[in-house]
């Protein structure tokens, strides 16, 4: 309703002087376009077409009567008669008028509707036979159409007081309408709505009807125009904030600039940081999002450091900043062997990253675990790995971490906030894909503050990381890139759905040929280096090497091995740091002066006793040698374990023993011997805790040992589980336990047939003098384990009872 002040009004007797007065039956027909005539209302037409010109010219000249109808489609330029709304307006011209430009303005003044019904001419112009609408007529006491006109007054009253486009006038205009079909063609005329809607108006004929659909459009048009004046009025309070608040800045920075200050050298650091940084999407818009905060706050406030030290860590962030990778697989080799003696298939495992990476151009990292004791080149590893590739170390220690937040970071909200760890160590990195070392992923614990092998779920699954989200950064950070390498010493201890994503590679201890070989190669020269010594000059032979490996360390890694080296060297160093002239060359005498007597080894030959075997055990630092002793004395039948025995041990026992029981005729063992005997089984070293089923054949020889009197062959080792049917099962751990015996210098073995694969892993050259005995059942066992010599004091089936004798120590 723009154009209500710019149309004269008329009264009720013009309006039926409009009515009454004749018409002519054809009449010239103006097209307009994206406009309606309705009767009683004036309005201005700038008139382009020729066509249309020369009849405004003839009509003007004449009876300045034409008929006026709209365009159904507007883009058209030269209508014809079906192109044009077959109702529209009979209406007088009233003025017409030539403009500077050349155009010409009409003004015309609508009178009747009618309805084309022929076209009688068609050039220069169209004009058409008509047929008048008859106007409805309504009785003036008809309450509900009354009701309804001064509803349609005051919306459009109301409309025009909201309306910050329509000036006051209007108001007093539309309030001198006498005429109700007037006031519902005027307000339509200008109702703000589509032109096919105010043609829909245009063709109703009942009044009542033709009101009741402006109302609806009035009303709608009502809310429209309170629910734009309502976000005006929030547009304007934001706007008035922000422009007070520009104002309030302007002066503070002019203050600033007075007083010397002006803009800070950490923010003006930061936009240089930031300006030649390789951003992610994310990062870029949230970076500078928070360094217009920082740039309001009032460097006097609490928050202003929390904000500036969150600003320097993110742009202190590698983001999108990757180093290349070296792809040269021959150096990479060369750089794996030359730092690490044996672990032949991690070194394949990175060959083949390499190898693909090379052919790929693109990949995610791999996530492995290396498994294995202590001291054998785990840490060490990634350090070299980190060198093949090219690529930045980092080495994060997991040992007793128990929060949460060290991993996943604290809300930067809190007091004393600050990044996970492995952010941490990213930025340090200084790139987003470097080698990270996951050191004793195993030893992680929790507690009231969170599970850390949870949180480290999201950071080990290529699935997940690449949108890792820290808690202070806020920000997913892509770790896919990342080569992660997790190591532990017991894979047990390690969360399942945690071990489920990780690629594990187990590593064993080191055989005595390979500690002779890293000693010589390594950690020698290592030691020579570290205590002011020339390497070349410091030698040693294979054979004192072997002294101090078997000697002086038992160990299934090199750490032992490195310190005893070490001590052997500090004293070559104290020597010539006194002035004295020392031999460079390390022989087994002057090891033993300085390291003193070897460590004595486990006597074998207590095995020749009956009832004591020697078992195989792994641990968390390697293999080693367990004797299993057992002894009889006059009693009920009773059983005791002693020896610090865990769950699984102690049922390993009860199994043998009932085994024994049931098939004592087979091995010649009376049955009421058992009534008569308490059986006492004891595992040396009883500070040191021990478990697992591998000993189960090693306790069922040491009982059919002591049952039967028959002695147990000389250094002969056994580990497997026993079944109640007689079986011998695999067990794990096989090199270590091997490396074990020939570090006790065992001479036979007897392990089940299914562990022939894992002996046969191992390099043969470093079991070499050692025989393998494989077995399926205990009877295979005892025919390889005890001795065949006649007993000569076979056992009492009834125990003496004027006391308790130990048979057996």
């Not at 890139?481 to 994503?501: G, Y």
């Not at 040929?513 to 020698?524: A, F």
């Not at 694969?757 to 005892?782: A, C, H, P, S, T």
């Amino acid at each position: 309703m723009e154009r209500i002040a710019n149309f004269p009004l008329i009264t009720s007797e013009d309006e039926d002087h409009f009515s009454l007065k004749d018409l002519p039956e054809i009449l010239p027909i103006l097209p307009l376009r994206n406009m309606v005539l309705f009767p009683g209302v004036v309005i201005p037409i700038t008139v382009g077409r020729d066509k249309s010109i020369r009849l405004i010219r003839d009509a003007y000249q004449s009876n300045k009567i034409i008929g006026v109808l709209s365009q159904k489609d507007p883009s058209i330029e030269d209508p014809l008669f079906n192109d044009l709304n077959p109702t529209g307006t009979v209406a007088q011209i009233l003025k017409m008028l030539r403009m500077p430009d050349g155009s010409t303005t009409v003004i015309i003044q609508g009178k009747r509707r009618f309805k084309a019904c022929t076209v009688t001419q068609a050039e220069p112009y169209i004009k058409a036979k008509i047929e008048l609408f008859a106007e409805s007529k309504l009785s003036v006491n008809d309450e509900e159409f009354k009701a309804l006109v001064n509803h349609i007054k005051e919306l459009s009253l109301k409309i025009i007081q909201h309306s910050p486009h329509i000036p006051s006038e209007a108001a007093f205009a539309l309030k001198n309408i006498e005429s109700p079909s007037f006031l519902i063609n005027f307000i339509s005329s200008n109702l703000q709505v589509e032109m096919e809607e105010k043609q829909q108006i245009l063709e109703i004929k009942d009044i009542k009807e033709q009101a009741t659909l402006v109302l609806r459009h009035l009303n709608k048009e009502m809310q429209l125009l309170e629910l734009k004046n309502e976000i005006q009025t929030k547009v304007k309070v934001d706007i008035d904030r922000q422009q007070k608040e520009y104002f309030l800045h302007q002066q503070m920075k002019l203050i600033q600039e007075e007083l010397g200050s002006g803009e800070s050298e950490e923010i003006k650091s930061l936009k240089v940081k930031a300006a030649n940084k390789h951003w992610a999407d994310n990062a870029k818009k949230e970076f500078y999002k928070e360094l217009g905060k920082l740039e309001r706050m009032n460097p006097m406030v609490a928050e202003y450091s929390v904000q500036l030290n969150y600003l320097e860590f993110m742009v202190d962030l590698p983001w999108n900043n990757y180093s290349e990778d070296k792809l040269n697989i021959a150096n990479a080799e060369k750089i794996l062997n030359r730092d690490h003696y044996g672990l032949e298939k991690i070194k394949e495992r990175i060959l083949e990253h390499l190898a693909v990476l090379k052919l790929k151009g693109n990949m995610k990292a791999p996530i492995l675990c290396l498994a294995g004791p202590p001291g054998v080149g785990k840490t060490s590893l990634g350090k070299s790995i980190a060198e093949a590739l090219g690529r930045q170390y980092i080495r994060m220690s997991l040992g007793g971490l128990k929060d949460e937040s060290e991993i996943r970071g604290h809300r930067k909200t809190y007091i004393g906030a600050m990044a996970g760890r492995i952010l941490q160590n990213i930025k340090k990195a200084g790139t987003s894909n470097p080698v990270f070392v996951l050191d004793e992923i195993d030893k992680v614990g929790n507690d009231f503050h969170g599970d850390p092998s949870s949180a480290l779920l999201e950071v080990l699954d290529p699935e997940q990381n690449f949108a890792f989200h820290d808690n202070y950064l806020d920000l997913d950070y892509d770790l896919s890139k990342v080569m992660f390498i997790a190591t532990a010493n017991n894979l047990a201890s390690i969360q399942p759905a945690l071990r489920d994503r990780m690629e594990i590679i187990e590593l064993t201890g080191y055989a005595v040929e390979e500690k002779i070989e890293i000693g010589l190669k390594h950690l020698l020269p290592k030691q020579v280096k570290e205590h002011g010594l020339k390497p070349e000059k410091v030698t040693m032979d294979r054979s004192t090497m072997l002294l101090i490996t078997e000697n002086y360390t038992r160990e299934s890694g090199v750490r032992n091995l490195d310190r005893t080296i070490a001590s052997v060297v500090r004293n070559i160093a104290k020597q010539v740091a006194m002035g004295k002239r020392p031999s460079m060359h390390i022989t087994p005498v002057r090891v033993q002066q300085v390291l003193g007597k070897p460590i004595p080894r486990e006597k074998l030959e207590a095995t020749e006793q009956a009832g004591v075997v020697i078992g195989l055990a792994w641990t968390a630092v390697g293999g080693d040698i367990l004797f299993i002793e057992t002894s009889l004395s006059a009693g009920r039948g009773k059983l005791t374990l002693t020896g610090n025995l865990g769950g699984v041990m102690k049922e390993s026992a009860v199994i043998a023993l009932e085994y024994l029981k049931s098939h004592a005729s087979d091995y010649h063992i009376p049955s009421k011997t058992f009534e008569n005997w308490n059986v006492h089984i004891h595992v040396p070293e009883g500070a040191t805790p021990k478990d697992g089923p591998s000993a189960g054949i090693t306790m069922f020889t040491a009982l059919v040992s002591a049952f039967t009197q028959r002695k147990v062959k000389s250094r002969i080792a056994m580990s497997g589980e026993l079944t109640l049917r007689g079986q011998v099962l695999p067990v794990g751990g096989i090199k270590e336990k091997i490396l074990a015996a020939k570090r006790a210098d065992i001479r036979e073995v007897i392990l089940c047939e299914d562990n022939r694969k894992d002996v046969e892993e191992i390099n043969q050259k470093y079991i070499k003098g050692l025989k393998i005995q494989y077995v399926r059942q205990l009877d295979e066992v005892i025919e390889l384990a005890l001795t065949r010599d006649k007993v000569r004091h076979p056992l009492p089936i009834t125990a003496p009872r004027k006391k308790s004798k130990m048979l057996l120590n």
